[in-house]
């Protein structure tokens, strides 16, 4: 069983272990790798490598903008899987993809999932495919030694969390609130009650907390009662605000996930 | 054969499903528990009646087409007048069915997503007649061309909220309905417009819609002494009004169903004929038939009707399709206008432009059968909404 990225995960403990979510062709295809490298250095603990979608219906606006930028630019599934392969010629980070079922069932499951094993992806997300649709994904996942990586809302009960743990590999992850990416947290101590709840109900994989969260603040707050977090929504706005002020992406990649890792 | 589907995982076949975030699938099941319940609650099933009867104005006409039935010399025809539901459309059959759905589980807010606007206008109508607020998601670019409909849902007390990702259409639309119904889940209820979405979504407005088909057996029955025609014949967007048509005669073997798809400017061009040649896919919670490219990102459609411009169809049309029970042909936008003009002129009926498409293939098809038979077109809406779409098309078509 692939265990490197549960590994990457229980290593970084006491600190909170950190998954940074980067959509591949974003801001442009010949940055991604680099981008990979820049977060590898600034003290990720694993990366989400977003497969871009015409129709992302989990994401919130950051999101959405760079899936449609990196498709304009000629972003695809063989690119995306090549990228991968090249991050871990150098690297033994680990490597989950996160994207949506139809691009993955339209280059074939087995495909993909063979295609992931050879480039050395650890493991897969996808949204909108829940535990009742995923016995196809699943069977070629472990076909292929790859984790499966499901979500759980804060609408979950608990007995279904408990069938979704039972089914993941990698981690479980945790969406902190019922909402689609980016989403402002409303009430941080409603996610930490929830979060704490879902983690003490979760036994078979570590539990991480995606979706809105920003600051090192709130790294800390909720890497206090799960395993660590993930952070997507605001890497797409530092780089867009890199950008506009026509500063190194690169070095501004480095610089947000270092603080966000190390607080510095 | 009984047809029995979808099966209890809300699957047609391989197709349907429910290919949702996981935070919406609590509230399915919960969607799924009360639609059971109620569906076989007598309560229930006498409020949905007396609203469908004294508010939504059923039942509908079924008006036998003298001239068209002359005209083509074949298959005598018969007009399912869905045209006469209020509003306009045979949409607010299933919004009717959702509302008060959506009041028994205690929801107070409804959302909704629009093409043509037709749908949105049906969802304002109902959520004004309980007093519900309404938030309809329109695609930017369909704002511009239905404007009227705009005026419609906001006079109903609907806000109508732009779309402006994407193609700017309904599947953008559709998307921003998702994202809404995923972050307040909670309160809201979303009315989706047709047979299409994650389980129970397809089924359950499919049985909203049911009672086009019931009623046309009975009707029938009255007039011809026959409780089935030889062929029905319906527009496919999403496929609502034509599985509403369709489902209470798919047991019959001795029923012919067609159902008729937007080619746009034809095959080769633009178009929404999503069953004649897209590719099985998942969009917005189901498996089904899907305009797509390699790579399977989502194509756009293109119609002139505003109500087929959607790459995806009802997933249980797919199977139907793939089981040979349902045979799925298309028209062109040429092809749709001019049947426009023609019913116009020779019934006195100004169809809209996506029922239009069902009347563009009728000549063929009645040509080709006997006196003696029968064929029931589902007149699924009128066209007061289309004018300045038709307008501008004949203008540039005759100069
Ligand atoms: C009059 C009319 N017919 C047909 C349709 C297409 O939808 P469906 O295929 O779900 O019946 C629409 C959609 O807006 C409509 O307004």
């Known amino acids: 069983m692939n265990d490197r990225l549960a590994r990457a995960i229980r290593r970084s403990a006491p600190d909170p272990a950190l998954g940074m979510f980067l959509t591949c062709g974003f801001p442009s295809p010949g940055e991604t790798l680099g981008l990979m490298h820049a977060m590898e250095e600034g003290g990720a603990d694993f990366i989400e490598l977003g497969m871009p979608f015409s129709d992302p219906l989990a994401e919130g606006g950051p999101i959405q903008r760079s899936s449609a930028r990196a498709l304009a630019a000629g972003m695809t599934m063989q690119r995306t899987l090549q990228t991968a392969a090249a991050f871990r010629q150098t690297s033994t980070l680990p490597v989950v993809l996160m994207g949506y079922a139809n691009p993955v069932m339209r280059y074939g499951l087995g495909n993909f999932f063979a295609a992931c094993h050879s480039s050395g992806v650890d493991g897969i997300i996808l949204p909108d495919v829940p535990v009742e649709e995923a016995d196809p994904f699943l069977e070629e996942a472990s076909r292929q030694d790859v984790n499966l990586i499901f979500l759980v809302s804060p609408l979950t009960p608990e007995a279904r969390l408990r069938r979704i743990d039972s089914l993941s590999s990698g981690f479980v992850y945790a969406v902190s609130v019922a909402g689609v990416t980016g989403a402002e947290l409303p009430d941080p101590d409603d996610v930490v009650r929830y979060v704490a709840a879902a983690r003490h109900a979760t036994k078979a994989n570590p539990l991480l907390v995606g979706f809105g969260i920003r600051t090192r603040e709130d790294v800390l707050r909720y890497a206090a009662v799960s395993d660590g977090c993930i952070v997507g929504s605001e890497l797409v706005r530092e780089i867009e605000r890199a950008e506009s002020e026509s500063r190194s992406v690169k070095e501004r990649v480095r610089q947000f996930v270092h603080m966000l890792k190390h607080g510095v | ?399």
């Open chain 2, 1 to 399: 054969m009984t047809y029995n589907a979808p099966d209890s995982t809300g699957h047609f076949g391989p197709y349907g499903g429910q290919f949702v975030p996981e935070t919406l699938i609590p509230a399915l099941d919960e969607l799924r528990a009360a639609y059971a319940e109620l569906a076989g609650d007598a309560s229930f099933q006498d409020e949905l009646s007396s609203m469908l009867r004294d508010y939504v104005g059923r039942p509908t006409a079924l008006t036998y087409a003298s001239r068209l039935t002359e005209a083509f010399g074949g298959a005598r025809i018969y007009l399912k007048r869905e045209d006469l539901c209020h509003t306009g459309a045979h949409k607010i059959n299933n919004t009717a069915g959702q509302i008060l759905l959506a009041r028994r589980m205690g929801k107070r807010r409804i959302i909704a997503e629009t093409g043509a606007g037709q749908h949105g206008v049906a969802t304002a109508t109902v959520c004004a007649r309980f007093g519900m607020p309404c938030v309809v998601y329109m695609g930017a670019e369909d704002m511009e061309r239905q404007e009227l409909n705009v005026l419609r849902m906001r006079l109903l007390g609907a806000e109508v909220r732009p779309a402006t990702s994407g193609s700017r259409t309904l599947k953008d639309a559709t998307n921003e309905a998702i994202r809404d119904w995923v972050t307040n889940v909670r309160d809201t209820f979303y009315i989706i417009g047709s047979v299409v979405g994650p389980h129970p979504y397809p089924m359950m407005v499919r049985d909203f819609h049911a009672i086009i088909g019931q009623e046309t057996s009975r009707q029938l029955q009255e007039q011809v002494g026959r409780d089935a025609p030889d062929v029905l014949l319906a527009c496919v967007g999403g496929g609502s009004n034509a599985i509403g048509l369709f489902y209470p005669f798919l047991d019959r073997d001795d029923v012919r169903c067609i159902g008729v798809e937007a080619s746009g400017e034809g095959l080769g061009g633009r178009h929404a004929a999503t069953l004649t040649l897209g590719e099985p896919g998942v969009l917005h919670g189901a498996l089904s038939y899907l305009l797509q490219n390699a790579e399977g990102q989502v194509e756009l459609a293109h119609s002139i009707s505003a109500g087929l411009d959607y790459p995806g169809v009802g997933p249980e049309h797919a199977f139907l399709k793939d089981s040979g029970r349902v045979t799925y042909v298309s028209a062109t936008d040429e092809e749709a206008v001019r049947a426009l003009e023609q019913v116009s002129e020779l019934e006195g009926i100004i169809p809209a432009l996506e029922t239009a498409h069902a009347f563009a293939r009728l000549p063929d098809i009645a040509a080709g059968m006997s006196s003696s038979e029968l064929i029931v077109v589902n007149c699924s809406g009128r066209g007061d909404k289309d004018m300045g779409t038709i307008s501008q098309y004949i203008q540039e078509r005759d100069q």
